[in-house]
């Protein structure tokens, strides 16, 4: 089995998690919060979906920030693993409330937001919102404000169960829609676990927006992320750094 190491140029440890370092890529898209090299930095700023225009993350984001990569490749990664599935049944909440309040803290753009806002419960079979009790802590170390709007029009299959990144647009486009509207023109920041096809939070972001939302921002814990591409932007490396 291939071992990988990070590039320490290339990351900065934010915290930790169960003991291993959660880091954070330097060089990330400026629209979809993907890790890119640093070359890509210099000459675009943009991964190279979002410079073809195929993320089209502005339709109704401003942008998505990632805080650290999660990778399902990585079977002894400690935050990959509680992601796919100990987050979402509850665990570790402060613990992830923890790493998007460094976001919020650190990133210049979330300093002043409205209003945090998760996205509406993953599955019908779930008996939380995980994200909303994220959320919830995050507001009190934060002091910003909890919105939690968002539901689904009807059940649709989980995100995670489909692969193909055209199909997860179909299936939550125009499922989501929100129980109330604002009164003014609230930047909105919304929060999420693990983002990968974006479909999620740009529908969430359309929605917010028709309930007279100012602008969006999508705050993200991890960008979904394949060992080639973190290869390729450099972050990791089969020889240590």
């Given amino acids: 089995m291939t071992t990988y190491y990070p590039v320490q140029e290339n990351v900065e440890k934010v915290t930790e998690f169960k003991n291993d370092p959660v880091l954070r890529p330097l060089y990330q898209c400026k629209e979809c919060g993907h890790s890119i090299s640093p070359e890509f930095a210099r000459n675009t700023g943009v991964c190279g979906m979002c410079h073809d225009g195929i993320n089209n993350i502005g339709e109704y984001l401003n942008r998505v920030y990632s805080i650290t990569y999660y990778c399902s490749e990585f079977s002894n990664h400690s935050l990959t693993n509680s992601l796919k599935n100990e987050v979402k049944q509850g665990n570790y909440a402060e613990e992830i409330a923890e790493i998007l309040t460094w976001g919020i803290n650190n990133f210049s753009e979330l300093k002043e937001p409205d209003y945090i806002t998760p996205p509406p419960r993953g599955t019908d079979d779930a008996n939380i919102n995980h994200m909303k009790n994220i959320g919830e802590i995050v507001s009190e170390e934060t002091g910003i404000p909890i919105q939690d709007p968002l539901r689904k029009c009807e059940p649709y299959t989980s995100q995670k169960?489909?692969?193909?990144?055209?199909?997860?647009?179909?299936?939550?486009?125009?499922?989501?829609?929100?129980?109330?509207?604002?009164?003014?023109?609230?930047?909105?920041?919304?929060?999420?676990?693990?983002?990968?096809?974006?479909?999620?939070?740009?529908?969430?972001?359309?929605?917010?927006?028709?309930?007279?939302?100012?602008?969006?921002?999508?705050?993200?814990?991890?960008?979904?992320?394949k060992i080639g591409d973190l290869k390729d932007a450099k972050i990791i490396s089969e020889s240590q750094q």
Avoid at 167 to 184: G, L, P, Q, V, W
Avoid at 185 to 210: F, M
């Fill in 161 to 225: 169960q489909i692969s193909d990144p055209e199909k997860r647009i179909d299936n939550i486009k125009n499922n989501i829609e929100s129980i109330e509207s604002f009164d003014s023109s609230p930047t909105i920041v919304v929060i999420d676990d693990v983002v990968t096809s974006t479909g999620t939070l740009k529908y969430s972001a359309k929605v917010l927006l028709n309930s007279v939302a100012g602008q969006v921002v999508a705050l993200v814990v991890a960008r979904s992320e």
